[in-house]
């Protein structure tokens, strides 16, 4: 039997490279800790919660995704289909 060890500190994970941290997350995972022991689910969260972190830190905000000027915009298309086409699945 072989035993690995990943050392690291909680406190400091933005400190660790992607690949590191990505280590770290397979590693929690598989632990052989029974389901719910605290310290593994609280160590577990905490990595998974900077792996987060950074895709976020990463991700640009969808700024226009819903509008004003959209409200409604579904009622106002179907209305504009004949009752032939909605029967029909709207199709022409």
């Known amino acids: 039997m072989m035993t690995i060890t990943l050392e690291f500190d909680r406190e400091n994970l933005h400190n660790y490279t992607d690949e590191f941290l990505a ?20 160590t577990t969260e905490t990595i998974g919660r900077e792996i987060i972190r950074r ?17 409604n915009f579904e009622r106002q298309v179907i209305a504009q289909v004949s009752p032939a086409e909605q029967a029909d699945g709207g199709a022409a």
């Open 23 to 42: 280590a770290l997350w397979h590693a929690a995972q598989a632990q052989s800790k029974p389901f719910g022991d605290k310290e593994a689910c609280e």
């Open 55 to 71: 895709f976020l830190a990463c991700t640009p905000p969808a700024l226009y995704h819903f509008q004003g000027r959209d409200i």
